[in-house]
């Protein structure tokens, strides 16, 4: 048999061309942005609400003898608001966590090795116990800087919304573990006005974290969205005047 006729059943060449990294589509995220900041906006409302509830709970166990009628109406307004809150949390939580995925994942669009973690860590960080206390700013801040358009801003842009929200969500988190136990601990009056002391302090601390967190979502939307529109501009073609 010839050369010829055994090259033909001989394996193929070797591939050279080279096959560039997945680059993930880019999800525009300002819908969920949208959702969380009315999430966010009921979420100050029912903390002072709840602030309200504990001041009143405070003045009726400082007043010396306290009304049964009174402080049925205390524990009837604490309870209502606790359960509004309680409410509130699992769809805020839930929303986040899909928006927190969703600029992670367009992090990749932009810069597929500004982050050091995998996507999925966008969403298992927050269920890892004390890794959940800095894991998710980590991440973030990679998601910060692989949104910011160098071009435009050279030295970057402020991350004063994101670190004051993270700040005041971790102390707002351990103060509240804290305060429950200690009210629901309580046996006297001292003791009871003591933890809604630390309740007011707790529902005041979540309520600014809410707030930095509505600055925090919408500015990192935004500086995404921009983002995007200035590439999409650079790919396709300009109508020309």
């Known amino acids: 048999m010839s050369d010829t006729s055994q090259n033909s059943f001989g394996p193929p060449p070797a591939a050279t061309a080279y096959l560039p990294p997945y680059v993930p589509p880019f999800r525009p995220p300002a819908d969920l942005a949208t959702a969380l900041t009315v999430l966010f906006s009921l979420t100050i409302g029912v903390d002072l609400l709840l602030t309200a509830a504990f001041v009143y709970v405070r003045q009726l166990l400082g007043s010396g003898s306290v009304a049964y009628d009174d402080l049925t109406r205390a524990d009837g307004f604490q309870t209502l608001s606790s359960a509004l809150q309680t409410l509130l949390l699992v769809p805020t939580a839930v929303l986040f966590i899909i928006w927190f995925y969703r600029v992670r994942k367009n992090a990749d669009f932009f810069a597929p090795d500004a982050c050091e973690m995998k996507s999925g860590w966008a969403i298992g960080a927050w269920f890892i116990p004390i890794g959940n206390l800095w894991l998710p700013r980590k991440i973030a801040g990679q998601v910060w800087n692989a949104s910011t358009d ?9 991350q004063t919304s ?75 073609p300009q109508p020309q005047p």
């Open 150 to 158: 160098w071009e435009s801003e050279p030295r970057g842009t402020s």
């Open 162 to 236: 994101m670190n004051v929200w993270w700040v005041l969500f971790v102390a707002s988190s351990l103060i509240d573990r804290f305060s429950i136990t200690e009210y629901s601990d309580g046996a006297g009056a001292t003791e009871l006005k003591s933890a809604a002391g630390m309740m007011i302090f707790f529902c005041v601390l979540d309520a600014m974290a809410a707030v930095f967190a509505i600055l925090f979502v919408r500015k990192l939307t935004r500086m995404q969205l921009d983002k995007a529109t200035a590439r999409w501009k650079q790919i396709l």
